[in-house]
């Protein structure tokens, strides 16, 4: 039996408005970021949810609580869905990290798996490591149902990139309020459905 899962990217926060890199850090979220998890609120609803996970650092937490008020569902926290974990340059200017990915272009997909932005940051492959053991266990719990998890741009688009929705080489943004819908066998991973996301070619839908 499959599972679907609904990946959401947290609201706006204050650190997204002013440019700054978040990773394990964290900001509360805007009026619009609140905004932003009303509509998600609006949007889900209707859809049957066996559960609700999320990150639980605030940004993610406050989205998912929102989210799942119609449902009644408590929701659990994980730090399998926490953001990469970015080390020193947490706080500092967004482009600081631009400079740093423009940097990975020189590294092949194996080194770019590996690689860390500095001796404090997780690299692609530590983020998948924590993921991909809780999504099996959610697979082993909720087989033929649905799950939504509340998470963050920097894991989503490295979880794309693991199951080849994405091409190391394209240079993806999951905006604030993304989803990215996945049918999953507890082992292999289908995008079904996306919203928010876009790369090199356009919005992917």
Same mark, same amino acid.
């Given at each position: 039996m499959s599972v679907i &899962?609904?990946?959401i990217r947290h609201g706006q926060t204050e650190h997204n408005v002013k440019g700054l890199i978040q990773g394990h850090s964290d900001s509360d979220l805007t009026e619009e970021g609140k905004k932003q998890a009303l509509e998600l609120q609006n949007r889900f609803k209707n859809i049957k949810l066996a559960a609700i996970f999320s990150s639980d650092l605030n940004r993610a937490k406050e989205t998912a609580k929102i989210i799942a008020l119609p449902h009644k569902l408590k929701v659990n926290y994980s730090q399998a869905l926490r953001e990469r974990n970015y080390g020193s340059i947490e706080g500092k200017p967004r482009e600081l990290l631009d400079k740093i990915y423009e940097s990975f272009d020189k &590294?092949?997909?194996k080194e770019r798996f590996h690689h860390r932005a500095n001796p404090l940051a997780e690299s692609n492959k530590d983020v998948i490591e924590r993921l991909l053991p809780f999504l099996k266990q959610v697979y082993k719990q909720h087989q033929g149902k649905s799950v939504l998890m509340v998470t963050h741009?920097?894991?989503m688009g490295i979880f794309l990139r693991y199951i080849g929705f994405v091409t190391p080489d394209m240079k993806t943004h999951i905006k604030n309020g993304a989803i990215v819908k996945?049918?999953?066998n507890g082992k292999k991973f289908q995008v079904k459905e996306t919203s928010r996301i876009f790369d090199n070619r356009g919005w992917l839908t």
């Open positions: &899962l609904y990946f &590294l092949t997909h741009g920097g894991l996945i049918k999953t």
